[in-house]
Structures are given as structure tokens and as C-alpha cells.
């Protein structure tokens, strides 16, 4: 089976643009989570859905940041404009969620370079 | 609130050495589970364990055990005669029963051949 698919890998755009990060959980889980991991920070909940519906985006760090589930084959991180200090590894990760946590199934990440 | 502490951020042991990775937690769940992931030089991350709160019975796979203990609110993560592969950030985290997930700082793990 193929695992959680993120892209691109690699990302490098100038401050001020707008970004998008995509992601294809695996088939049948029906939770999906986008984490951003940086040096001070360390990996951090920006936002997860269950079936396809925002359970809780807390951790968005600010308006430039949206996230959507149009299904649940299918899931995108938007950063508008980006900014130099939005620069880290975006993750996402997706589980089956039953009557207990599940594990959670990441990505390669994406390394989003903002200059 | 959830919080889980990672007070090593680096370690550096000599190969065959054992070495335990710590993990504190904080939760007013009464239900709740923790997880060890790893995420190796390659970048990504690799579930490892999942514990519920019920279930205080130490784990041991292959080199690896588990020694969860609800008195102190640890979940302490021992590797057994360490070897190069092992050389991974490895992450501790926390559930309170439902999916959010909160990972601690993680703790950086040299093996020295």
C-alpha cells in the first residue's frame, strides 16, 4: 500500500508569494493531520480534519495560513503571502481513527524555503 | 493541557552501549495513550509504540523496551546494545484520548561506531 503522499519535496519561493503544499493520505483513513516542524519549535499540530471536516486548526499560526480537505483522497496547506519565518518541514500524516488513537502515518514532508 | 517534556535534547553513546531516552508527561485525561516515533537522518517519521494509560505492563521489542510508570508520569524508552542505525531524533508524544496528538521536543540520538 502506498503511505501518506506529500508535494513537492522541496520548495523554494520569495517572500510574498503564495505556496501550496499538497497531500494524499492513505486510502481508507479517515483522519488527517498537517504538522510544521522547526529547530525552536519542533513539530507542532497546525491543524487535523476527520472525515474531511476541520476538527481543530488552533494551531495556525496566523490568517495567511488555510488549510482544505476537499475529500478524502485529497488535502492542501496554503500559505498567503509566505514569509521568511514560515521556512520549515510541513508534514502531514493521516490514521484511521476508531474507538481509540490510532498511530499516525506521516509523510516525507515538505521543505518549504521562504527567502 | 497536554505536555510532554524531552529533557535530553542530545545524546552520544559508543556502539553495544545501552541507552535510555526519557519522557515526561502531563495530562488531566484520564484516558489517554503515548507514543515513541523515530525519524532517522532520511527525515521521516516512524511510529515505534502506542500505550493506553491502562495498561502499565513494560514492552520489549527485539533491542528496544518500554517502561511506562503512571506514578511518575514517564514513558521511558531504553535501546539495548545500540547500534549505528539507531542514530535518529526520536519523539515522544501524547494523546488524550482523541486524535490531536501533542509530540515533545524530541531527543537526538548519536551512535558512535
Known amino acids: 500500500d502506498a503511505g501518506v503522499i506529500q508535494s513537492p519535496r522541496h520548495e523554494v519561493t520569495e517572500m510574498g508569494q503564495e505556496v501550496t503544499l499538497r497531500c494524499k493520505p492513505i486510502?481508507?483513513?479517515?483522519?488527517l493531520f498537517w504538522y510544521r516542524q522547526t529547530m525552536m519549535r519542533g513539530l507542532e499540530l497546525l491543524i487535523y480534519f476527520n472525515n474531511n471536516v476541520p476538527i481543530d486548526d488552533s494551531g495556525m499560526p496566523e490568517d495567511r495560513f488555510s488549510a482544505k480537505m476537499p475529500n478524502a483522497s485529497f488535502s492542501t496547506l496554503k500559505i498567503q503571502p509566505s514569509e521568511p519565518r514560515d521556512s520549515a518541514v510541513y508534514f502531514c500524516a493521516s490514521s484511521l481513527a476508531r474507538d481509540r488513537v490510532s498511530p499516525l502515518h506521516f509523510g516525507n514532508g515538505t521543505r518549504l524555503t521562504v527567502t | 493541557a497536554q505536555k510532554v517534556t524531552q529533557a535530553q535534547t542530545e545524546i552520544s553513546v559508543v556502539e553495544k552501549e545501552d541507552v535510555t531516552l526519557d519522557c515526561v508527561y502531563e495530562t488531566r485525561d484520564t484516558t489517554y495513550y503515548l507514543f515513541w516515533y523515530k525519524q532517522p537522518p532520511s527525515g521521516e517519521l516512524v511510529f515505534l509504540i502506542r500505550r493506553n494509560s491502562f495498561d502499565e505492563q513494560n514492552e520489549i521489542s527485539g533491542r528496544y523496551s518500554w517502561n511506562f510508570q503512571k506514578s511518575t508520569s514517564s514513558f521511558n524508552f531504553t535501546i539495548t546494545a545500540s547500534q549505528v542505525v539507531d542514530s535518529a531524533v526520536y519523539f515522544c508524544?501524547?494523546?488524550?484520548?482523541?486524535?490531536?496528538?501533542?509530540f515533545g521536543i524530541g531527543t537526538k540520538l548519536q551512535v558512535i561506531p
Open positions: 486510502s481508507g483513513h479517515n483522519s
Open positions: 508524544a501524547l494523546s488524550g484520548g482523541y486524535q490531536k496528538v501533542t
